[in-house]
């Protein structure tokens, strides 16, 4: 058997593989195996709403009232993010929001800070 890698994600140790991807339980989280390999040096770019290149740890304010999926709460404009984390997928940036807690952001909705 061989050593599945921890979640990326929440750093589970608890996934297994589903065909071509890993899975992790805890979190939900899937990725594939590919991508697992090549995340030490990918070269992918995200970049804000102005074109300004964000990377892991940065600070970005929110640049327009986004609602929160399966609640009331809405992130107003001008709401900090700090120490983000850079993600695959739709929602690009994970982050923590004072009084709000862990989410995820769309990169063309925010400014770096
Ligand atoms: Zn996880």
């Not at 050593?3 to 071509?20: F, H, I, R, V, W």
Request: proline share 3%; hydrophobic share 35%; with cysteine.
């Amino acid at each position: 058997m061989s050593t599945l890698p921890n979640c990326p994600k929440c750093s589970s140790e608890y996934t297994y593989e589903d065909g071509t991807m890993y899975v992790c339980p805890e979190c939900a989280h899937e990725w594939g195996k590919d991508a697992a390999a090549e995340s030490a040096d990918n070269n992918r770019v995200v970049r804000d709403a102005y074109g300004n290149v964000l990377n892991d740890g940065d600070t970005v304010t929110v640049i327009k009232d986004l609602k929160i999926k399966g609640s009331s709460a809405v992130v107003k404009v001008g709401t900090k993010a700090r120490n983000i984390r850079l993600v695959e997928g739709d929602h690009d940036i994970d982050c923590k929001i004072d009084g709000i807690g862990a989410m995820q952001l769309k990169s063309e909705f925010v400014k770096k800070a």
